[in-house]
């Protein structure tokens, strides 16, 4: 395949010595296309990276500040770039696992500002100045487990665990408002998230221990 303008420049020296056709106009439109198309599988090829544009000088990148886990990290994150993404392929914070990659199934949820928000559909540069937290936040420094982490271990809640990360954010902030909630408020409050494993009566019973665990019970 010709590069895009190599073709356009074909197409305008045709079009100046004959003057438009339609025959030259539908030429010049299939080139166009093409290296669109090309443009969206580079796009794609890197995961999100946006390595096929270019965009005008000082435009995509930038070097932001963020408070990620009670740490300042700054790197430079172009605007389009999902916090999920920057999260583990920038930060190497792995523990925030993409799934459907379109607010759908909760896997890539984190708090922010202790709010669960999907993180594969919030900008980066929108979250700078707000506290994000992800599953590698939670244990506390003395190697104490969130309930919800201990929890999890006494009751064996997930079987490939791929959802668990985001289940276990969104119960982080379910206990922060509600420590002695029902099973029905439980499985309302998760019902953003989905298990493929179909394991949810383990998972609601893991967040009713944890629940005991926060109340001290
Ligand atoms: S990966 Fe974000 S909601 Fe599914
Ligand atoms: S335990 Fe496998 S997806 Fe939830």
Redesign the pocket.
């Known amino acids: 395949m010709r590069p895009m303008s190599q073709a356009i420049i074909e197409l305008t020296a045709e079009t100046t010595q004959q003057g438009v056709s339609r025959r030259h106009f539908i030429k010049g439109a299939i080139a166009a296309s093409a290296a669109v198309s090309s443009a969206n599988y580079l796009f794609r090829a890197n995961g999100g990276a946006l390595l096929a544009q270019s965009p005008a000088a000082g435009a995509v990148e930038r070097l932001i500040t963020l408070n990620i886990n009670g740490r300042s990290r700054r790197l430079e994150v172009p605007p389009m770039e999902t916090l999920g993404f920057t999260l583990r392929y920038k930060l190497g914070l792995t523990g925030t696992k993409i799934g459907c990659d379109r607010a759908e199934c909760g896997?890539c949820t984190v708090l922010v500002d202790g709010v669960p928000l999907y993180s594969c559909s919030l900008l980066t540069h929108t979250v700078r100045g707000r506290e994000v937290t992800t599953i590698e936040g939670l244990e506390a420094e003395d190697g104490t487990l969130h309930p919800m982490q201990q929890a999890i271990l006494e009751e064996q809640g997930?079987?490939?665990?791929?959802?668990?990360s985001g289940?276990i954010m969104n119960t982080v902030a379910l206990l922060d408002s509600n420590q002695n909630p029902t099973r029905k408020e439980v499985a309302e409050w998760l019902s953003g998230n989905?298990?493929?494993?179909?394991?949810y009566d383990k998972?609601l019973t893991s967040v009713m221990r944890a629940a005991e665990i926060t109340r001290g019970a």
């Open positions: 896997a997930f079987q490939c665990a791929f959802c668990m289940f989905l298990c493929r494993c179909a394991d998972i």
